[in-house]
């Protein structure tokens, strides 16, 4: 995971093949001439448990906010199991492990064990419990434990906040209902490792309370108020732990059926990150104007459009590096960790016209929280963010 979501273009014909699949980028390089946002750091901390953070390891251990992912699956009358995936930094030795507790009222019900793949300076992991079936409901909390086999300690990595839900009827369902998760976005830097620049594009990371695909999405940005660009077309990406479904299908015996989807999607921007000149080849004169994010240093205000509906809006500042900067809120109190500086959180709004695409909106939990439980950053912003929200709306709530 990345540590638990941007940007109206001439058409890229260069950039119309399928994207391969993604390449991790590396936290430790960064193009000539690029800047490097700076993120806060949070200090070394211990856990209410009275395990270290994992940002006090060294290097720091930190989940990819981006593409964090927990759901629970339902095995029949028996209860649910659960899984997650994960994305962390390059671990200290072969033997490091992970797993996930899941726990109510301090107590642990289940352990998953994480099966770990070490790819470059990135460990992928894939967490599952498969053992006797859950029937907990309510508040529960799942700490990811990082297990430092060298120095033999343990430290806390995150901490997933839910709530589940049990349902019956003609069939058992058994949920979290994750609706803070539609409050973020982020931005990923990536491809630059390449044969060539293709594929150094933007992706966003989304979250919709929808099973539907977004076909034919594009960006309907302006730069600092003024410049209007050409629509940005988007080519959503699938498989791989970049994408995901948290599903809950339910059916009264008396009543109609109902089928809750949370859906995190990959949107690929035909757009490249960084500067102009660093494209490889000859694409520095190919490349057309206004698709290289330096061409138009600034402030960003899209419009991701669907159907004719702007169904959210995503503003983000570019620096004169052609690279996308963390959203200010990141300056607060307890700003968001995130894996490295090619992955940023950008302002992500709901529009009115987001209810022609969600199926669910629920405000009072995104003012909660970002996903997961994850805390908002102290900013004066995160008010106005907020406030914007459109009323409740969509699938009721779970009883």
Partial sequence: MRSLVVLALLALPSLALAAPAKPKPLPVPVPKGVNKPSTPTPPAATSAAGRPLGTSHNPPVILDEATAFLTLRTRSDEGYDFRASIELPALSSKTDTAHIDLKQNGKILATAKCTLDRAGNYTNGNCEYGGTPLKAKGDLEADLIYWDDQSEKEYLVRTFKVTAYHFSGQWETWQIFPDDLLAAGYAYMGHDNREDSTYRRVDL???????????????????????????????????????????????????????????????????????????????????????????????????????????????????????????????????????????????????????????????????????????????????????????????????
């Avoid at 190919?286 to 004719?308: F, I």
């Avoid at 169904?311 to 570019?318: A, E, P």
């Avoid at 022609?356 to 950053?377: E, H, T, V, Y």
């Fill in 205 to 399: 990371y989304i979250w919709f309370s929808t099973g539907d695909y977004l076909n034919e999405g594009t960006l309907r940005c302006t730069v600092n108020g003024s410049k209007k660009l050409a629509d940005i077309s988007l080519s959503p990406q699938g498989g791989g732990d970049e994408t995901g479904t948290i599903e809950a299908d339910v059916q009264p015996k008396n009543g109609e059926r109902v089928t809750y989807r949370w859906q995190r999607m990959d949107l690929m921007a035909e757009l490249l990150w960084g500067k102009r000149e660093t494209l490889r080849y000859d694409m520095p004169k190919t490349q057309a104007k206004d698709s290289v994010l330096s061409d138009n240093p600034g402030k960003w205000e899209c419009k991701l459009r669907h159907d004719g509906k702007a169904i959210r809006t995503l503003s983000f500042v570019v620096d004169n590096n052609g690279m996308i900067l963390p959203d200010e809120i990141q300056s607060g109190k307890g700003a968001i960790t995130m894996i490295n500086n090619r992955v940023v959180l950008i302002d992500s709004r709901l529009t009115p016209d987001s209810q022609s695409f969600d199926k669910r909106i629920n405000p009072a939990a995104m003012k909660k929280s970002m996903g997961f439980g994850l805390p908002w950053p102290t900013h004066p912003k995160v008010q106005t963010i907020q406030a914007s929200y459109p009323p409740k709306f969509g699938q009721p709530d779970p009883k």
